[in-house]
């Protein structure tokens, strides 16, 4: 998040606005996942930059499922209870929504996430011209994990 939308986020929270399920972060992929950002969400929505994902991220992502890491939204629960390599930052996510403006990284995050053990499928991919005249393709995929 730029630190002009977090300003943004936060003014409208000042202003009343229900902003009860929503977090503003100002960090990396990986800083905030880390600090437990995806704890207990089911949908997580990645939209990098044209490098693509943070290789910690994608990591993360095809980490298999940790079936006996507790529930928690709660970072510091899991940092008590289990070797940091250990947590799966993302072990609830059953839903990616990426985002991307640049076909090769996408392609290359793609291939590693279905190539992973962790049972994620590409359920739909879509391209968008935004921008008329030029050959830059924005793209839409959700991919779901079987769990």
């Known amino acids: 998040v730029l630190a002009a939308s977090a300003s943004s986020a936060n003014n409208n929270y ?6 009860s399920k929503a977090t503003y972060l100002i960090a990396s992929a990986a800083d905030a996942l880390k600090q437990g ?10 939209d990098p930059p044209r490098r693509g994902m943070e290789v910690e991220v994608v990591n993360e ?9 507790p529930y928690t939204e709660d970072p510091m629960f899991l940092a008590v209870q289990e070797d940091d390599t ?4 993302v072990n609830d ?5 990426y985002v991307s403006c ?8 793609c291939e590693q996430l279905l ?4 049972g994620w499928m590409l359920k739909s991919a879509t391209g968008y ?5 030029s050959d830059h393709l924005e793209t839409v995929a959700i991919f779901e994990r079987r769990v």
């Open 14 to 19: 000042r202003h009343g606005k229900d902003t």
């Open 37 to 46: 950002q995806a704890l207990g969400a089911q949908v997580l929505v990645v």
């Open 61 to 69: 992502l095809c980490k298999p499922i940790n079936r006996h890491q």
């Open 86 to 89: 250990k947590v799966n930052w």
């Open 93 to 97: 996510v059953t839903r990616l929504i």
């Open 102 to 109: 640049s076909f090769d990284s996408f392609a290359r995050d």
């Open 115 to 118: 190539n992973s053990p962790t």
């Open 129 to 133: 011209i935004l921008f008329p005249g």
